[in-house]
């Protein structure tokens, strides 16, 4: 099956500065990459999404970067501001099933 | 993803029991889906159903049972034989080839 990495599992950057985030997948059939955010306590919200046939994508100050000949996926946020603190989930679904595969999470915290 | 609820918010398991977490949305999704959380680890999945009547084992299927009667209900049951069942629990659901979206999650713990 699917196994997905995620690094770093925590990360600290000064508010304004730039945050990145790699995920690395072992399936090459997995054609759709999801990005998370979770809060404390609360549910994993969805924030960005990228499909095997696109090389980037980009909402506001998130963006999403895929080299499926590497198989690794990164999530690039800019400008970060103190409301971007929380946990991130990366994941990868495979084209042959249904199943959703996630990253351990990466925890970060933008220092105002 | 505020059409999918979950009940109750918090739940307390005595030893040997078997409680049940509620899970329904009313998004006409197709596929349900059941993870656990522990705290500082990631998702990890317990089972899954593409369609009524039919669900998988995920990743940590032993001690748990699920059932899908309704497309819009995915009941989990964790039983006695799940020996540490202190965790958070969340619910998904997708369309087939599209992202899922998650309930609010139940926190269960053990008395």
């Known amino acids: 099956g699917e196994n997905v990495e995620q690094h770093p599992s925590t990360l600290s950057v000064q508010e304004g500065d730039s945050a990145v985030i790699k995920c690395t997948y072992s399936?090459?059939?997995?054609?759709?990459f999801p990005w998370y955010k979770q809060e404390l306590g609360k549910r994993p919200q969805l924030i960005i999404d990228?499909?095997?046939?696109?090389g980037e994508k980009k909402d506001q100050r998130i963006a999403v970067t895929l080299n499926k000949t590497a198989k690794h996926f990164s999530l690039h946020i800019t400008e970060t501001q103190p409301e971007d603190s929380a946990v991130y989930f990366c994941a990868a679904r495979s084209n042959t099933g249904n199943q959703f595969y996630f990253g351990t999470g990466t925890s970060l915290t933008v220092i105002p | 993803d505020g059409g999918i609820t979950q009940s109750p918010k918090y739940l307390f398991r005595k030893e040997g029991q078997n409680v049940t977490l509620s899970c329904e949305q009313n998004l006409n999704h197709d596929a349900m889906y059941w993870y656990r959380q522990d705290p500082g680890q990631g998702l990890r999945l317990i089972y899954y159903s593409q369609i009524v009547n039919d669900f998988q084992k995920g990743d940590i299927a032993e001690g748990y049972s699920v059932s899908r009667e309704k497309k819009e209900s995915f009941p989990l049951t964790v039983t006695s034989a799940q020996k540490n069942p202190t965790a958070f629990y969340l619910c998904?659901?997708?369309?087939?080839?599209?992202?899922?979206?998650f309930g609010p999650g139940t926190r269960l713990l053990v008395l």
């Open positions: 399936d090459s059939a997995s054609n759709y």
């Open positions: 990228i499909r095997s046939n696109v």
């Open positions: 998904a659901s997708s369309i087939s080839s599209a992202t899922q979206y």
